[in-house]
């Protein structure tokens, strides 16, 4: 069975692929699979803009289709920059600004507890669904360790590991990450049938 991923990113292909390598014959980006489209993320919740990017390119493709959605909950801002991580200095993917600002929104705080949310779908040719969720917990550091992963992955403190996230190997962070977490529970529902 063939599985598309609703993105082009290639750190969350890789992520994705060696996790649900063994349920689906053929996991494609959407870029492989020679889909060019655009959801409009307008969701207020992780688990709504995730069900819709599934939903649209399950229909556009015909296959099943997985998405998620994901990023970075601060508690000391409110839950902020949530659904809009992505675009929390104003331009999208722009990573380098967006720690900038989170560092200055915190300066001072010493409150800086957080985690990743990742909400994930997986929509069928016929309409179903599975969703799960994950949520991976730390700390903002108070400078950038680490040259692995991506987005706010050198802030982002694991104290339990003693490290960030971009100092974990992928083998790590695939064990422990809100996607990874997002994907083991949607593997557990797959496993029972849903």
Same mark, same amino acid.
């Given at each position: ?21 063994? =349920? ?16 409009? &993320? ?94 991976? =917990?730390?700390?903002?550091?108070? &400078? ?7 987005? =706010? ?34 593997? &557990? ?6």
């Amino acid at each position: 069975m063939k599985l598309i991923i609703a993105s082009n990113n290639a750190h969350k292909l890789v992520e994705i692929k060696a996790i649900l390598g063994d =349920y689906f014959g053929e996991i494609l980006s959407l870029r492989e699979a020679g889909i060019e489209h655009e959801t409009v &993320e307008d969701g207020e919740t992780f688990l709504a803009n995730a069900e819709k990017k599934a939903r649209e390119i399950a229909e556009l493709s015909g296959c099943c289709a997985l998405a998620d959605d994901s990023g970075l909950c601060v508690d000391a801002l409110g839950g902020a920059p949530g659904i809009y991580s992505a675009r929390f200095a104003g331009e999208h993917g722009n990573d380098a600004a967006n720690r900038r600002l989170l560092l200055e929104r915190l300066q001072g705080v010493t409150d800086r507890g957080a985690h990743f949310t990742c909400a994930i779908a997986l929509v069928r040719p016929d309409g179903s669904e599975v969703t799960a969720e994950g949520k991976f =917990y730390g700390e903002i550091g108070t &400078e950038e360790r680490g040259s692995n992963g991506f987005g =706010y992955d050198s802030l982002f403190y694991v104290p339990e590991l003693g490290m960030t996230n971009a100092e974990m190997t992928s083998e790590q962070k695939n064990a422990v990450s809100h996607r990874a977490l997002a994907l083991k529970e949607l593997v &557990e529902k797959l496993d029972r049938g849903e």
